[in-house]
């Protein structure tokens, strides 16, 4: 993926002129008092998520400041460029979701008290590190020009400077990986790096299987948060059981989420989703709409074949979603997802956490952006 972003990237990329200027204000320097008066710019305040947010509070109050130190350096262009996404306006589902992990699992081990521990916060801030990094890289790959509601980082800065950004945050998580100094640990977050690439090269190459569709998925979505929680379940020493178990929580969590992702994606308008609308069809990808709407309309596979590269393709896909149950049926197979996830939280000590998971689970499939 890096290569072939290098690959795309031309030598005046970083003078180039900024054509959102609705965001200049990003390239002035962000305070903390910033982060904290600017939240209202995408967080969904009215979701069902926001429900037990109480409950990780204390986890997320300096969250992303934390993260901020890490990513900290003595060159400007690349200090603003890797703190742009790090301003807590997003839903942040990710470092929740292990935290809340992480305080059911300490509560079952260690005598019903709910904590989280240094190495545990650690592996929240790694997740939310990588999965920021490879969006970044992401962006650069797919050309976009928007998201979270705000102009990318190679929208802003330049395509190769943002290769460079995205790098910095990967290999920051990779040294805050290296401080928790578990074996373990380094080999279950390494295996979400090694899934991101595997996924990107997956996603390139068109396929009308949903054997492809979701092994990709768990690659570029479901892995981050399945070994994340894992870790964190392994750092409360669960029984190899337990660790599975929450393994697989986040390994539904994260292939439901997606697939509500994928479905947004024809649903919603790029107002509401804060990136371009039906964007996955203009890159030439099949997603589960599609699929399952190409089981009513066989011709869609030669369409998918041939990555929607003809001028009237993108159309002709979006009224056969329109005239199938594409996006009711992809809706079901998420709530499935979000079922088994929340069977697997039978292992754990019934708490104010283990709702919140069980709750979650199902929000995400209910959301609408």
Known sequence: MLCRTLIRATSNMASRSIRCTSHRMCLTKT?????????????????????????????????????????????????????????????????????????????????????????????????????????????????????????????????????????????????????????????????????????????????????????????KTASLIANSCKSVALLSRMDAGQVEGMYQYGRNVGIAFQLIDDLLDFSQSAEDLGKPANADLRLGLATAPVLFAAERHPFLNDLILRRFSRPDDVERTLNAVKDSDGLEETRLLARQHATDAQRYLGILEDSDEKEALFSIAMALVDRVK
């Open 31 to 219: 305070t903390s008092r910033d982060i904290h008066e600017n939240r209202k710019s995408y967080k969904e305040s009215d979701s069902p998520l926001i429900t037990f947010q109480n409950l990780v509070e204390e986890d997320m109050t300096s969250f992303f400041l934390d993260i901020r130190q890490v990513l900290e350096s003595d060159v400007p262009l690349l200090k603003d460029m890797c703190f742009y996404y790090f301003d807590d306006t997003g839903k942040s589902i990710r470092p929740k979701i292990v935290f809340l992990v992480a305080r059911a699992c300490n509560r079952a081990v260690h005598n019903n008290s709910s904590y989280v521990t240094e190495e545990q916060r650690k592996v929240a801030m790694i997740a939310e590190m990588i999965h920021t990094g490879s969006l970044i890289h992401d962006d650069v790959v797919d050309m976009s020009s928007m998201r979270r509601g705000k102009c990318t980082v190679n929208e802003v800065w330049g395509e190769r400077n943002a290769i460079l950004a995205g790098n910095y945050v990967l290999s920051r998580s990779s040294h805050l990986l290296a401080s928790i100094g578990d074996t373990e640990i380094v080999k279950y977050i390494s295996t979400i790096i090694d899934d991101l690439v595997r996924g990107e090269l997956m996603q390139i190459s068109p396929s009308t299987t949903f054997e492809h569709y979701l092994r990709k998925t768990y690659r």
